[in-house]
């Protein structure tokens, strides 16, 4: 059975750094693409960055120069390295993966899904 499963959110300071992990398995994730989303309270659920198989990345404009994503294929694992953090990347992030080597960040194209971790920037 396919699984996505996120760890690592938390709260932090604005301006402070957090990494979130995302555990995968059941599927072949080596020829996967694999991406982060996030979505804020009462907001549409946006996509933050993704990753393919031949390592390509891809950042929506908010997370460009401040996060970073990464993939530990021996591990089945996914990271997103955040610094810079704002107020308002406070929100849940959620793993997702796709059978497609391109990088779409529209929530239509993923079809295995994490049930998200918890972040939340405040002073």
């Known amino acids: 059975q396919v699984q996505l499963v996120e760890s690592g959110g938390g709260l932090v300071l604005p301006g402070g750094s957090l990494g979130l992990s995302c555990a995968a398995s059941?599927?072949?994730?080596?020829?996967?693409?694999v991406a982060w989303f996030r979505q804020a309270p009462r907001k549409e659920r946006e996509g933050v960055s993704a990753i393919n198989n031949n390592g390509a990345t891809y950042y929506a404009a908010p997370a460009k120069g401040r996060f970073t994503i990464s993939r530990d294929n021996a591990n089945n694992t996914i990271f997103l390295q955040m610094s810079g953090l704002k107020p308002e990347d406070t929100a849940v992030y959620y793993c997702?993966?796709?059978?497609?080597?391109?990088?779409?960040?529209?929530?239509?194209?993923?079809?295995?899904w994490g049930q998200g971790t918890r972040v939340t920037v405040s002073s």
């Open positions: 997702a993966a796709r059978d497609d080597e391109r990088l779409a960040i529209g929530t239509s194209e993923y079809a295995y």
């Open positions: 059941g599927f072949p994730f080596d020829y996967y693409t």
